[in-house]
T-cell receptor
Framework: RKEVEQDPGPFNVPEGATVAFNCTYS??????FFWYRQDCRKEPKLLMS???SGNEDGRFTAQLNRASQYISLLIRDSKLSDSATYLC????????????FGQGTELSVKP | EPEVTQTPSHQVTQMGQEVILRCVPI?????FYWYRQILGQKVEFLVS????????KSEIFDDQFSVERPDGSNFTLKIRSTKLEDSAMYFC?????????????FGAGTRLSVL
């Protein structure tokens, strides 16, 4: 089983749409959770950390369900500039900060 | 805004040659990392480095790989004898500390092409 598994994508949506990404992780010892964004052939950039209580940053909402080992990202009112690959990332508390990446879900927002 | 810088942006080499990829982490950061991403695949952890020694390494990081912090600012990844399958984007990252919650900042990457 993959350590971090994401929807395979790609997601093609019109501007203004709401889109949701799902992610599951296999190691129940995982401690911290993130969504990163990666533009084509560029470096991953942190979009937001994910907290157990859920958190929101503008149009982006992240949720964590530790019991189900499930993480989600919701993007509302999607913009053309949201087109990118969204990476679900976890870390294990005893691993010196190593990031474990999912394979990413590609989003394409069309006018 | 402070950033992680990597050089070169693109390195082309012949199979069997040695390459050194260079990184300048953010100046007050203490933990350094290398990741790689083969085209079309996920980002994979290679190695973490703290206090002048390796903290953790993955199975990918075999004897062909080494890391070094030769001075107060640079952090290098050396591949001794490159193979075709080493072709990938190599990302350097740094963080203030190694705690799980701590944010890692990535450089723009070096694209390594092994011919």
């Amino acid at each position: 089983r993959k350590e971090v598994e994401q929807d395979p994508g790609p997601f093609n949506v019109p501007e203004g749409a709401t889109v949701a990404f799902n992610c599951t992780y296999s190691n129940s010892a995982s401690q911290s959770f993130f969504w990163y964004r990666q533009d084509c052939r560029k470096e991953p950039k942190l979009l937001m950390s994910v907290y157990s209580s859920g958190n929101e940053d503008g149009r982006f909402t992240a949720q964590l369900n530790r019991a189900s080992q499930y993480i989600s990202l919701l993007i509302r009112d999607s913009k053309l500039s949201d087109s990118a690959t969204y990476l679900c990332v976890v870390t294990l508390n005893n691993q010196g900060g190593k990031l474990i990446f999912g394979q990413g879900t590609e989003l394409s927002v069309k006018p | 805004e402070p950033e992680v810088t990597q050089t070169p942006s693109h390195q082309v080499t012949q199979m069997g040659q040695e390459v050194i990829l260079r990184c300048v982490p953010i100046s007050n950061h203490l933990y350094f990392y290398w990741y790689r991403q083969i085209l079309g695949q996920k980002v994979e952890f290679l190695v973490s480095f703290y206090n002048n020694e390796i903290s953790e390494k993955s199975e990918i990081f075999d004897d062909q790989f080494s890391v070094e912090r030769p001075d107060g600012s640079n952090f290098t990844l050396k591949i001794r004898s490159t193979k075709l399958e080493d072709s990938a984007m190599y990302f350097c990252a740094s963080s203030e500390d190694g705690a799980a919650k701590n944010i890692q900042y990535f450089g723009a990457g070096t694209r390594l092409s092994v011919l």
